[in-house]
């Protein structure tokens, strides 16, 4: 299995490798959005603080849409070159499958993560409270990007390529309904409750009281790192039988038409 993992992984980091345009992607729409943030909290004359807890929904959407992106395009990369039922006629298993790209886009994230920092501590004072908050921030966007990419990977075995729009969105809802740049408790009831059951929202709260906010949620670490180990079972149980279902149906093959 660790040789599939790393097969997987060098896969995924020559296609990175080859298209130029993917790189600078990575790179172009996290900064805009992180500088139109900073910006606008320059403007509204937040404090240090303040900016600081929505400059951090902007680092964390930047680096989670970069890493999740490489999980979601295991599958798409296949289905755009046409390879779909070449790859699974081989002894290949879906946690392999999956977890090879996710190392090179934890190291993507990274690098995302480290970039957008760094400019807004020099643009914008903002400013990490220390290793260990930063270290657990990351460790639970790079496992919710795992889930999301294995759920966008489910969609398209369920319903083909009409459902890899999934692979730009997700992202975007996830991070929305998980509090970007407010507490969970701002939402609406219906959406707070849904808010529960996201990991992500618990990981940003937490990582949020560093810069002088309360935290709205008891124990985030422990109910994150909990939803973060069911989720993540039942995703890859999902998508196991959603490989079934497709070999079963037909749909690798007309993936790979």
């Known amino acids: 299995m660790i040789q599939r993992i790393l097969a997987f992984a060098y896969r995924d980091w020559l296609f990175a490798r080859r298209n130029i345009f993917s790189v600078v992607e990575m790179l172009f729409w996290p900064i805009v959005g992180m500088l139109s943030i900073g910006l606008m909290g320059n403007f509204l004359q937040l404090t240090r603080d303040q900016q600081a807890f929505i400059l951090t929904g902007a680092i964390v959407l930047g680096t989670l849409q970069v890493t999740q992106l490489d999980v979601a395009y295991a599958l798409l990369h296949d289905i755009w070159s046409k390879s779909v039922k070449h790859t699974f006629l081989t002894p290949t298993g879906v946690v392999e499958y ?71 969105t997700f ?62 079972t039942a995703m890859f149980a999902g998508l196991k039988m959603s490989l079934s279902r497709a070999r079963r149906t037909g749909v690798l093959l007309r993936l790979s038409e």
């Open 98 to 168: 999956l977890i090879g790209p996710w190392l090179i886009g934890m190291v993507r994230g990274t690098v995302v993560f480290s970039m957008l920092s760094g400019f807004s501590m020099y643009a914008f004072r903002f400013y990490l409270p220390g290793f260990t908050p930063t270290a657990i921030l990351l460790i639970g966007v790079f496992m919710n990007a795992l889930l999301m990419g294995g759920l966008v990977s489910i969609l398209v075995l369920q319903y083909g390529q009409k459902a890899e729009i999934s692979a730009w």
């Open 171 to 232: 992202a975007y809802l996830f991070i929305l309904v998980a509090g970007i740049y407010y507490p969970a408790s701002q939402l609406p009831p219906f959406f707070y409750h849904v808010a529960l059951l996201i990991p992500l929202t618990y990981f940003l709260d937490y990582f949020r009281t560093f810069y002088g906010h309360s935290a709205h949620l008891a124990h985030p670490l422990i109910k994150g790192f909990g939803l973060l180990a069911i989720s993540i």
